[in-house]
């Protein structure tokens, strides 16, 4: 399955006694969210990510200070007890013809 530029393959699994197999999906399930291949410092101390492709203006760096990359991580955690899945339009908690669409009366 594709979608938005991501695969998700969910059909996965080892059988007892497959060691490589595991070890490798555990490689790939524990792989962090940016390479460190990827991050520099520079030598006025700014942290420097090389982007995988160029954006479309031909950006090919990001240069920030190490407590904006820091901001940006923490951006990514999600606060306790908050649900990821958001839903809006007509499937909406409190949408108006959200009644009128599912309950048949």
Not at 62 to 67: A, D, G, K, R, Y
Not at 97 to 102: E, K, Q, V
Request: with cysteine; aromatic share 6%.
């Amino acid at each position: 399955m594709e979608s938005n530029g991501f695969s998700l393959h969910t059909n996965v699994s080892c059988a007892r006694g497959e060691r490589k197999k595991l070890e490798r999906l555990c490689r790939y399930i524990t792989a962090p969210p940016i390479a460190h291949e990827c991050l520099k410092l520079s030598d006025c101390g700014q942290v420097v990510y090389e982007l995988k492709t160029p954006y479309r203006d031909g950006t090919t760096h990001v240069v920030m200070s190490p407590q904006e990359r820091m901001q940006r991580l923490a951006a990514l955690v999600p606060r306790p007890r908050l649900h990821l899945t958001r839903y809006h339009g007509i499937l909406a908690p409190n949408a108006s013809g959200a009644r009128r669409w599912c309950c048949k009366k």
